[in-house]
């Protein structure tokens, strides 16, 4: 029956077992101190009549308490009701008896049993002490016999036979002796009775006979007999196998201590502890019963018989101890047979649990993570190019030396792994853990609390990415719930898990970072490139012992990255506080060589990249610059500064002193960068007219322009600075549209697109169609009811192609066109943008991109030529390959990207005009991107990328072609990025602003402009900066420059001879119609985008495998007679098959148009780019000469930022632009 609700404890106390009752029990006490018994139960079970109504009774005295007062009463007890009855219900967990009271205090409870054990433990170790203070004590030479007998002396004789059994049989005790060894006799004997009493189970046998018993019943039951037999107090008890009982107590109490610590040690430390023990005893044993035997004998002493138990124990055997009767050569003989059956089998543990504890890694020391430092790793498989990406990066830092890695993996360590991890270097500093982030056991092995940061990646090579990224988010979850205050840095794969977690202090998304990258490159060329070289750390000794300058260049700008300092404690920046943001740059790179690209106020938490000339900087504000290494690792040397401010011409403006630009000698050397400073002051241009300050060229002039620049302004001038052209000119296209366009003009407008396909995707205002476009007409090889076109060419798009190449349309995909479609970009720069899908896209993805214009997909695969034919590759400047989820798995780790490699190769050789950008699983594999064999250029590329990573380089990749050029890309190269956050936790933020995933007003945004013939005038990346700073306030970061280069081959000389003629020929007959539409020399060949041509003197490269042909054809067709006759038929020949496999590959390409019905007028073959290369610049110096076709990247200005305040200054200072914006060239800023 269920008692009321006044039927409760007043005081809400739960009482241990000792207060009687188990959990069949209940006692009712009532308030006034009356307890009711527990009533017997009937047969049937049910209650006796008299106790209903006892409860009933109760249940009409005992009123309900009203709900209000119920918590209230809880919590204040009994203080407003007293007098009124209650009743106290207890349960009881153990049985309320006498046995079940004792047996919770010798065996249940932890703390009590240890103490237990604690005493027995130490009443071994005495009786053993006893053993020894007796044999101690003794002295045989008066006389050995029983209590009270009279004492005979006897003397060992070797020459006879016979034992002498008494020296054995009794001993000498004294009687003090005699009375501690009974009483603790007697303790043990108790407390062992006891115990068997208590865990008796039904088997009196199991108990009887157990070791520890019987040893116990020899050891103490012979002394209790002596209390009521006197002559046998003297009577020899090998009271030393006390030890072996101590041992096992040992072993108990260690179990008992740890439960009752609630702790679970090593069990390593256990099995080291019982095999020490064994030895010890084995010992200790042998010891006492040796010299106690030999009293028969030789009468050994204690530290003889110790001495000869250590020499033969360990095998040794002197010989000059040794056991005289047989009963000691026994006792000998047994316990060596123990040994070799007890010693082996405790190694055997104990290499096993040292084996398992090599697999899983033990623990990291508590007492290491309170003294050291230490970061943790969480990954669900480690692989060896992972490992050393992280550990490179991670302890590429000076501060981050002293750090401790600790790796939490669930699999068992991998063979290559557990090599890297045995050398010296890593050995001392990493430690690897074998456990699950989701057991709070394996994250307090790993001081997940104590730990500095702990960085969880994702397992990209799975082909289920979302279980991948689930897997990742329990990891941070778990994490978060162990050590809420551990910095978490966690790398995601999919976008729309990274809200999951956002709790974390640092995220990297994949997929986003990868599409803006791939995105970016059809724009700006390289930036993979640029931003793989700014998030790796790098000292820019890369390629300094190579012999060609471009090596050592791109080399050693490679060391730029990018630092933080605040202005106010800056050298490079200090002497500009209350100057504008422009001003700063321009002079900072002038006199340091630093690039400063952004700043942060103290007062917000946003950084702002390129804030415009109305900044004014304060001594608060953080500043961003890229340079070889941070400003705290530089020496300063000047040379003409100090000399200047004692003439007092310091504080005159830069352009009053001698006009040469400043040689900047950067020396890195053991961390330090030194910096030759030389006068930093501009003499006025004595050219023909003379005055200090230079108009800009003009259209209408003498049709030459003066070297002369423009100074940057300290504060900004509204009526001279153009920092907005760029939106003048989208707001002119917007109000009058073309008229050759070949589509009716339609009204784009700018705005934020009104469906996101994931949460927490960065809003960006971009080109929007003022109405969506409906589903059908987003499929571009199917028409439908709303246009009929049914391939690009109807289209009549004005600009090329932009293709990406994906298996699926995933969420990621939206980074992809979000950039290339921001409000930045003018209208007539826009690409059309074609989705080459291998499955059909969701509605929920259309729905995202049905808003931006010329947005288009269709279903095909990249190794279909008709797919890509369909799609308009011909129209077509840049194809994006993405790299396919479910190519990322291989039984092979490295050939994953097989498939993509080939492919990749063969669309290169069908259509060698157009500028492919491939995504790799492994970097390693981008030295099969446009693979040429026996090429030896690319193996001597090879060669110097094995030399500088045994020089120890983090980028030693850098210098393969396909990587340099920005033409492939994998994702791992960025894991860096989320490294490098632990020291920068701004770059992150500055990555995501550059590659337009981010926009925060303000902020600008990174473009590119190329340089053309009539620009060479500024000559140096000094003026251009100063150029660009003057004119429209943009800060220039780098350069991509693509050189003609002639790569040579592992031919002898005389076929490479007959090669120039041979391409000659072919020249006459085969490229002169080509060259007359693009024979004159475009040195962006090697650019994005951009067909590659050469000059008329500059015949391609022969392919490898026609010059074996014809060499082969050479020798079969000459004659001795006729040798001039042979040479000009293999000739021939050789120019007939390179002409017909050329023409094989055309008519196999138009021949599938045809079969389309697509129109074969766009495909015209060009040479491939194979006689140029490129590279990447990051902050070159000063000095550095400008070259045709070079790409210089900008950070421009927010156009936002001041549009409003600055719309009529820019029509009015329209006519002091350099050149108006070329419509066919995209994010350029003419000179």
């Known amino acids: ?79 407003a009701f007293q007098n009124d009855d209650r009743v106290q219900v207890e349960f009881y967990v153990n049985e309320n008896t006498f046995k079940e009271r004792l047996k919770l205090f010798f065996i249940k409870n932890q703390r009590s049993s240890l103490r237990i054990r604690l005493f027995n433990f130490s009443l071994k170790l005495l009786t053993c002490l006893l053993y020894i203070v007796r044999v101690l004590l003794e002295d045989p030479a008066l006389g050995i016999g029983c209590w009270g007998c009279p004492k005979q002396n006897y003397t060992f004789n ?180 123990v040994a070799l059956v007890v010693l082996p089998l405790q190694f055997e543990e104990l290499v096993f649990l040292w084996m398992e504890r090599q697999k899983s890694g033990g623990n990291y020391s508590r007492h290491r993570a309170k003294t050291e430092k230490h970061v943790i790793l969480c990954v669900s498989s480690l692989k060896l190019d992972l490992l050393m990406d992280f550990l490179n990066e991670f302890y590429a830092h000076p501060r981050l030396q002293d750090y401790y890695v600790v790796i939490l993996c669930p699999s068992e360590m991998d063979v290559q792994v557990r090599r890297v991890l045995q050398i010296p270097l890593w050995a001392q500093r990493v430690i690897y853990l074998q456990g699950s982030a989701l057991k709070d056991q394996d994250l307090l092995r790993a001081k997940m609390d104590n730990g500095e940061a702990c960085f969880i990646l994702s397992s990209r090579n799975e082909v289920d990415r979302t279980a991948a990224d689930h897997q990742t988010i329990l990891r941070a979850w778990a994490v978060k719930d162990f050590a809420p205050n551990c910095p978490l840095y966690v790398q995601i794969l999919k976008p729309e898990n990274k809200f999951h977690v956002k709790f974390a202090d640092h995220v990297v998304c994949e997929e986003e970072c990868k599409y803006a990258l791939l995105a970016l490159n059809c724009i700006c060329p390289a930036t993979s490139t640029l931003i793989t070289l700014l998030v790796h750390t790098s000292r820019g ?53 630093v690039c400063l690209m952004g700043m942060k106020r103290e007062d917000s938490k946003s950084i702002l990249l390129n804030p415009g000339p109305r900044h004014i900087l304060a001594a608060s504000d953080t500043c961003f610059y890229i340079n070889i290494t941070k400003e705290e690792n530089s020496a300063f040397i000047f040379k003409q500064e100090e000399r200047q401010k004692r003439e007092g011409l310091a504080g005159r403006g830069l352009y009053g002193g001698p006009s040469r630009l400043p040689v900047h000698s950067v020396i890195a050397s053991m961390g330090t960068v030194a910096m030759d400073l030389q006068s930093t002051e501009c003499r006025p241009s004595q050219s023909g007219t003379g005055g200090s300050k230079l108009a800009l060229p003009t259209e209408n002039g003498s049709g030459s322009r003066r070297p002369s620049i423009a100074p940057v302004l300290e504060l900004a001038d509204s009526s001279a600075l153009l920092p907005c052209d760029l939106l003048t000119d989208q707001l002119e296209d917007e109000m009058t549209p073309s008229d050759d366009e070949g589509l009716s003009a339609v009204e784009y407008v700018k705005g934020y697109p009104p469906n996101s396909p994931y949460i927490g995707s960065s809003p960006t ?15 571009l090889d199917k028409g439908c009811k709303h246009n009929s076109y049914e391939d690009a060419k109807a289209y009549g798009f004005k600009n090329k192609l932009i293709i990406v190449s994906a298996e699926t349309a995933g969420n990621g995909l939206y980074n992809f066109i979000v950039p290339l479609r921001a409000y930045y970009r003018a209208r007539k720069e826009l690409n059309p943008i074609v989705l080459l899908l291998d499955n059909k896209p969701d509605h929920h993805f259309l729905e ?20 890509l034919l369909q799609c308009g590759i011909i129209y077509a400047d840049n194809l994006v390959v993405v790299d396919k989820e479910s190519t990322m798995s291989a039984k092979e780790d490295y050939m994953a990207d097989a498939k993509t490699i080939v492919n990749v190769q063969t669309m290169f050789r069908l259509f060698p005009s157009l500028s492919i950008t491939t995504e790799l699983t492994h970097p390693s594999n981008m030295r099969f ?67 337009g995933l981010d926009t925060t007003p303000g902020s600008g945004y990174l473009c590119a402009m190329k ?109 001795p007679s006729s040798k001039a006759a042979a040479e000009w038929i293999s000739q021939q020949r050789l120019s007939l098959f390179r002409r017909s496999e050329r023409q094989e590959l055309s008519e196999l390409v138009k021949n599938r148009m045809k079969h389309l019905g697509l129109p074969t007028t766009g495909y015209d073959e060009m040479s491939d780019h194979q006689n140029t290369l490129s590279y990447v610049l990051i902050n070159p110096p000063p000095d550095t000469r400008l070259e045709p076709n070079d790409i210089v990247y900008l950070i421009r200005s927010d156009p936002l930022a001041h549009v409003a305040g600055s719309s009529q200054s820019q029509k009015s200072s329209g006519s002091r632009k350099l050149a108006s914006c070329d419509p066919e060239t995209r994010d350029e800023t003419q000179l």
């Not at 036979?161 to 009794?170: G, V």
């Not at 205002?765 to 499929?779: E, G, I, N, S, Y």
């Open 1 to 79: 029956m269920p008692l009321s609700d006044g039927a409760r404890s007043p005081e809400g106390v739960h009482q241990s077992a000792t207060c009687g009752g188990g959990y069949s029990n209940r006692t009712f006490v009532f308030d006034d101190g009356r307890c009711a018994p527990r009533l017997p139960r009937d047969a049937v079970g049910s209650l006796p009549a008299t106790a209903s109504l006892v409860m009933n009774d109760l249940d009409s005295e005992v009123l309900p308490l009203p709900p209000r007062y119920r918590f209230r009463d809880l919590l204040l007890g009994d203080q």
């Open 158 to 337: 070797e020459s006879s036979s016979e034992i002498n059994w008494a020296p054995i049989l009794w001993v000498e005790r004294k009687m003090a002796l005699w009375a501690v060894q009974v009483i603790v006799a007697i303790i043990s004997f108790l407390e062992t009775m006891l115990l068997i009493y208590l865990s008796y189970k039904g088997n009196i046998c199991e108990q009887v006979f157990r070791v520890s018993f019987l040893l116990e019943m020899v050891t103490t039951v012979p002394f209790i007999i002596t209390i009521f037999w006197p002559p046998l107090r003297n009577l020899f008890i090998p009271v030393f196998l006390n030890c072996w009982l101590a041992k096992h107590a040992l072993e108990n109490m260690i179990n008992d201590f740890h439960r009752a610590i609630l702790r679970s040690q090593s069990a390593m430390f256990n099995q080291v502890l019982i095999l020490f023990c064994t030895l010890l005893c084995l010992v200790f044993t042998g010891t006492c019963g040796i010299q106690h035997l030999e009293r028969a004998g030789e009468n050994l002493s204690l530290l003889t018989s110790f001495y000869f138990c250590i020499v033969t124990f360990s095998t040794v055997g002197y010989g000059d101890v040794t056991p005289k009767i047989w009963p000691s050569q026994l006792l000998v003989v047994v316990m060596i047979c």
């Open 541 to 593: 000794q890369e390629g300094q012992e190579s012999p060609e300058q471009w090596q050592r260049m791109y080399g050693r700008c490679s060391g730029n990255e990018v630092y933080h300092i605040r202005m106010g404690e800056s050298k490079f920046f200090r002497e500009y506080e209350g100057k504008s943001f422009t001003y700063a740059a321009f002079h900072a790179h002038k006199k340091y060589g």
């Open 765 to 779: 205002l971009c080109h929007l169609l003022p109405v969506k476009a409906p589903f059908c007409c987003l499929r």
């Open 848 to 867: 995202a991109i049905c808003c931006f214009p010329m947005v288009y997909y269709m279903e095909g695969s990249v190794d279909n030529l008709d797919s």
């Open 929 to 995: 991107m446009q693979f040429r064999a026996k090429d030896s250029y690319s193996l001597a590329l090879s060669k110097l990328e094995k030399r500088e990573r045994e020089n120890g380089s983090n980028l030693a990749f850098m210098f393969r072609l396909p990587f340099a050029a920005g033409r492939v890309f994998s994702i791992s190269m960025l894991d860096t990025l989320l490294y490098q956050s632990f020291v920068k936790d701004y770059m992150i933020t500055i990555t995501r602003l550059l590659l």
């Open 1011 to 1119: 340089i053309t013939e009539d620009d060479l005038w500024i000559r140096t990346y000094g003026r251009l900066f100063q150029k660009l700073c003057s004119s429209s306030a943009e800060i220039p970061i780098g350069i991509y420059r693509t050189e003609c280069h002639v790569f040579s081959t592992s031919e002898p000389h005389g076929l490479r001879a007959q090669s120039q003629v041979s391409v000659t020929v072919e020249d006459l007959e085969d490229t002169r119609e080509a060259r007359g539409s693009w024979g004159a020399r475009a040195g962006a060949g090697g650019v994005q985008g951009r067909p590659t041509t050469v000059e008329p003197g500059e015949p391609p490269l022969l392919r490898r495998k026609s010059l074996q042909w014809a060499r082969r054809l050479s020798r079969r067709g000459a004659k």
